[in-house]
């Protein structure tokens, strides 16, 4: 008898779980176990890697936002240990604001440019360009498509990330496994460093005025020491209401929220960097179908300020969008 218990208790927690999958959780929530399962068990606990709880509630110090991979641990009343891996999606409170716009200039951009990663300091734009045999970074004046100054990459290197950081440019790689150090006034490279071990991938990267925060295309952003971009200082989990937002890339710090643009899509997000909370969501589908018609690579991943107007570009783009938040 014991065994088919066991398979009983088993397949109705498997039920469960994936009927709650797409439904997700909220943080505060309880798991409503189904009967089958808590009547016969002396003991029920969750893992996660090294950490493990019996409290059976949704609790912040053991879960994040998005997608959860745990272990149920359950002793059953007849002293039989069983096990069963399951994903607990976490999803935000409130949904996050279609935020409206309107595009208000247009200046151009080269073609060429596989853009990686993009930002403003007066009227100068900084830009990575990715590819091995094609990476660089460039600056050049808004409305111009000929760099002011260029530092050719390594053939080897794949650029990602940048930002700005007193007079320094610190720029990830995509799977070089180090990131560069350069004068933000000439381009030379002054250094370089490992990524950090979180990391397998280098993404999107920006400055919040304390620490660098970067993503490797999960949804997790990783806040770095300025003085020592190896080390991981935190990590906040990115959420959304209804929607895990995975691949999250490119990144833009300003007046308090990170924008961030999901790779592949034609969304740009608003990201409270204290929670994770997406707030709100513009979506440049408009724009996008443009590049990606003919190839889908050429997608958006160029987020920069003008004032209070954003600038958005892609890879591969013809042009830079001014857009004015309304």
Do not use: R
Not at 150 to 164: C, L, M, R
Not at 282 to 287: E, L, M, R, S, V
Request: glycine share 8%; hydrophobic share 35%; aromatic share 12%.
């Amino acid at each position: 008898m014991s065994c088919k218990n066991d398979k009983k208790i088993l397949d109705s927690l498997a039920d469960y779980n994936n009927a709650m999958e797409e439904k997700g959780y909220h943080f505060g929530d309880k798991l409503n176990l189904p009967q089958e399962v808590t009547e016969n068990a002396e003991s029920i606990s969750i893992s996660f890697g090294d950490k493990e709880t019996s409290d059976l509630t949704i609790d912040p110090k053991f879960f994040a936002y998005g997608d959860n991979e745990v272990t149920f641990n359950i002793k059953t009343k007849g002293g039989e240990i069983l096990n069963q891996d399951a994903t607990i999606n976490v999803f935000t409170k409130n949904p996050e604001a279609n935020i409206p716009f309107e595009i208000v200039a247009e200046y151009p951009h080269d073609p060429n440019n596989f853009v990686e990663g993009f930002l403003m300091e007066g009227n100068t734009i900084y830009e990575s360009d990715g590819l091995e045999k094609a990476s660089q970074l460039i600056k050049y004046t808004l409305g111009s498509t000929a760099p002011a100054q260029t530092e050719k990459q390594p053939t080897d290197i794949f650029s990602e990330g940048i930002a700005i950081a007193g007079d320094k440019i610190y720029q990830l790689t995509y799977q070089n496994k180090i990131g560069f150090v350069y004068d933000k006034n000439t381009l030379k490279k002054i250094s370089e460093f490992p990524l950090p071990n979180e990391f397998g991938e280098g993404w999107g990267l920006t400055y919040h005025g304390k620490n660098l925060i970067a993503d490797t295309g999960s949804n997790k952003l990783y806040f770095l020491d300025v003085n020592n971009p190896s080390k991981v200082v935190k990590t906040v989990s990115v959420g959304g209401n209804k929607e895990i937002y995975n691949q999250i890339n490119e990144l833009e710090y300003h007046n308090g929220f990170i924008y961030a643009n999901i790779w592949h899509q034609p969304y740009i997000l608003k990201i409270n960097p204290q929670t994770g909370e997406t707030v709100g969501k513009f979506d440049f589908t408009k724009i996008t179908g443009a590049y990606t018609q003919n190839n889908s690579e050429h997608v958006l991943n160029g987020i920069a300020f003008k004032g209070d107007h954003m600038l958005v570009t892609g890879k591969n783009w013809s042009k830079i969008y001014e857009v004015a938040i309304k």
